[in-house]
């Protein structure tokens, strides 16, 4: 697997409220995931498109329609700020929201979130609970695909080889 990079905002230094076009900004011109966190937990994490559609189709490779993903209770978030934190908590689909050249875009899930600049998404913020299970997914994914080419390869390396008692 790749090395992961990120940059990691810290709630109580960023702007109130987050100043999302800095950050897709970062994210768009870095090309890594910016993860916004408070007191040292993440919370969300910024992703440019490209890293978000990798890691969904590494994923998702088993599943034939949309997994949910687990997420954590509702009651758990009821003592929380009222002022934005960087946390995705379900949305009810609104107009877009416009940050300098980005629009964001509630997804009909009421918690992923798109960036778009000029019609094309560049960025996707997640849950830090969501990014950690697609991660985790992809990467076991990953590392247990062969294509067909490499695992014809890999047969016929296999039938070269000597029984094992015989070696």
């Known amino acids: 697997m790749d090395d992961v990079v990120k940059i990691v905002v810290e709630r109580q230094y960023a702007s109130n409220p987050i100043d999302y076009e800095r950050l897709v900004s970062l994210v768009e011109s870095t090309d890594e995931r910016v993860v916004l966190t408070e007191g040292g937990v993440p919370v969300s994490v910024l992703f440019p498109a490209g890293v978000v559609a ?4 590494w994923a998702r ?23 934005d934190v960087g946390r995705l908590r379900i949305e009810p689909l609104a107009n877009p929201r416009e940050y300098g050249p980005y629009t964001r875009y509630v997804r009909a ?15 996707v913020q997640l849950t830090a609970d969501e990014a950690a299970w697609l991660e985790d997914r992809a990467m076991h994914k990953r590392q247990g695909y062969m294509d067909p080419k490499q695992a014809a390869a890999f047969e016929e390396f296999l039938a070269r080889q000597p029984p094992v008692g015989e070696q």
């Open 54 to 57: 990798r890691l969904e189709h």
């Open 61 to 83: 490779a088993d599943f034939a329609t949309p997994t949910p993903i687990p997420q954590a209770e509702e009651g758990e978030d009821a003592n929380e700020p009222g002022w």
């Open 109 to 123: 899930d009421g918690r992923r979130v798109s960036f778009v600049r000029s019609g094309t998404v560049v960025a």
